[in-house]
């Protein structure tokens, strides 16, 4: 949302009727009333541009730190910013398998195809699967650490993440036990506990 600060004084005078732009004492309430809807005006604008969406450099490092996501030196101001989305989705998450599922393909590091895979594991867990380059081990742990906060308590969960370079995971095979992961080159197989 786009927000364009109005000048009020000229707004009020644009809309008075021609036969009291010359009467003084008009001209001086005008003025009064205009200031001080000017400043709700000013005030609007100020916090406008400190929204996660229109906010930049410390601005956009404080909602960083309410979340306790540090800015990482290669990140642009907009990759940031889809970072602390992401962190707030999985702490606003319901536990539900579309939650979850959404959070994954939220998830996802730029570039990176496929479909995100999603099964249940009985008495109560489930499997998520989706391919990504090769990720550093901090980021493994801090996907595991996302998916960790939108899991329900009780539930276990199981990610697997696989080379783009490998081919796809298929889930609906014959063998039940194996749900497919003997299929594809795997970089990671990580459990995902509630936090």
Do not use: C
Not at 19 to 34: C, E, H, P, T, W
Not at 96 to 120: C, F, K, N, Q
Not at 127 to 133: C, D, H, K
Not at 136 to 155: C, H, K
């Amino acid at each position: 949302m786009s927000w364009t600060v109005r000048n009020v004084l000229e707004v009020i005078r644009s809309r008075m009727l021609e036969r009291y732009d010359s009467a003084v004492n008009m001209q001086k309430l005008a003025a009064i009333y205009a200031g001080q809807l000017q400043e709700i005006e000013d005030a609007i604008d100020y916090l406008q541009g400190r929204t996660l969406e229109n906010s930049e450099g410390v601005w956009l490092d404080r909602y960083g730190a309410l979340i306790d996501r540090a800015r990482r030196e290669d990140w642009t101001e907009d990759e940031y910013r889809e970072q602390i989305r992401i962190v707030i989705k999985a702490r606003a998450s319901q536990g539900t398998a579309e939650d979850i599922i959404d959070l994954a393909r939220s998830m996802r590091p730029t570039g990176s195809s496929g479909v995100v895979s999603y099964y249940l594991e009985a008495p109560a867990g489930y499997g998520l699967s989706f391919s990504v380059p090769t990720l550093a081990a901090e980021d493994q742990d801090y996907y595991v650490f996302l998916l960790s906060l939108a899991t329900p308590v009780g539930v276990q969960g199981t990610l697997v993440l696989w080379q783009e370079s490998s081919p796809p995971l298929i889930f609906d095979t014959v063998d039940p036990a194996t749900h497919g992961f003997d299929v594809g080159h795997f970089s990671e197989t990580l459990l995902i506990h509630a936090e």
